[in-house]
């Protein structure tokens, strides 16, 4: 009888044990490649009920302007994890440290950073997984006009390759069109459908911002800035009309309505300028940088900003042993 008695203890321990373990702060219920939860909550209340779960993510959105898009917007949005976020910090500090900086805590991040870098997580529209089931995956177009992919990719099981559940899979191309230099993360838990988008919740070892944060918050960022563009355009010169066609540029930021990059197709000649964009009606003028060989380029006509396709467009022109050149150029966030 007694016996008997203390395993029935045992297994009282035992079961109230694994109800504990279940009720940690993280949230598994939903956690697997295609469940079908639903809750009547926008996104952004959704995970702020979810106490110790979302809290890092949830402050960055509101230290970048996002709260009224998760609330509100339409989204799919694939949700970096806290340590996702607190392990990119880590990061960019080790790299402060290196270069004899002081490190620095997550509310003295810019805004902008969490702001450009999260708008690659969310997408327009509502789209669930079965979206995402075609052969190659799906290109999507994210909040900030950035391309990246989702696609399927079936897991491991049983030491058979590709024969388990289907996991969703999250790539930043990184200025590539070759899958080989692309950077993914998988998708944890997936299609969890608010009132307002779809939240999938990315793995937490992706590290936020596809590696790109250190980067980020390293340098001074604007709305204008990035690595991956592209420029087409012709220089007419005293005797002949010279054409390029996707030569890529660096824009970088001088502060906040200026970039910097090269003249034409001049680098190799060290021809630098600087875009500086009025706000107000998105126009550009254009001078030489300080550090350019030539110190007289200059606007030549209707030059603006088209934020729609987050293009310049730009006519200017420079002098060179006594004579004008006469350069039309646009220049494109390259989209792969």
């Not at 034409?264 to 600087?274: E, I, P, Q, V």
Request: hydrophobic fraction near 35%.
């Amino acid at each position: 009888m007694l016996r008997k008695q203390l395993l029935l203890i045992t297994t009282v321990i035992l079961t109230a044990c694994a109800v504990l373990q279940s009720c940690k702060k993280t949230d598994n219920s939903y956690r697997n490649s295609t469940p079908d939860n639903k809750t009547d909550l926008n996104m952004y209340d959704y995970m702020r009920s979810k106490k110790g779960t979302f809290d890092t993510l949830l402050y960055i959105i509101e230290r970048a302007n996002l709260t009224d898009t998760i609330k509100n917007s339409k989204i799919t949005f694939f949700a970096p994890t806290d340590l996702s976020i607190l392990t990119a910090l880590d990061n960019l500090n080790a790299n402060r440290r290196a270069s004899n900086l002081e490190p620095l805590d997550i509310a003295e991040v810019d805004p902008f950073v969490w702001r450009t870098l999260l708008m690659r997580y969310m997408i327009p529209g509502k789209l669930t997984s079965d979206k995402f089931m075609l052969a190659d995956g799906l290109d999507v177009v994210t909040l900030n006009k950035r391309r990246l992919h989702v696609n399927a990719v079936a897991t491991t099981t049983q030491g058979s390759i590709r024969t388990g559940s289907l996991l969703l899979q999250y790539s930043d191309l990184n200025g590539s069109r070759f899958t080989k230099d692309w950077i993914f993360s998988y998708v944890t838990t997936s299609n969890l459908e608010t009132n307002n988008g779809i939240l999938n919740i990315l793995e937490p070892s992706h590290v936020f911002g596809f590696k790109s944060f250190v980067t980020f918050a390293s340098t001074l960022q604007n709305p204008y800035s990035d690595r991956f563009n592209t420029s087409s355009g012709a220089i007419v010169l005293p005797t002949a009309t010279r054409i390029w066609m996707e030569l890529n540029k660096t824009l970088t930021a001088i502060d906040q309505h200026t970039v910097e990059t090269d003249a034409a197709d001049l680098k190799a000649n060290g021809f630098f300028m600087r875009l500086t964009v009025n706000p107000t009606d998105n126009s550009v003028t254009i001078t030489s940088a300080p550090t350019s060989a030539n110190l007289t380029i200059r606007n030549n006509g209707d030059c603006h900003y088209d934020p729609v396709n987050q293009e310049f467009v730009l006519k200017y022109k420079y002098t060179s042993a006594g004579a004008d050149r006469f350069i039309s150029e646009r220049i494109k966030l390259r989209n792969y």
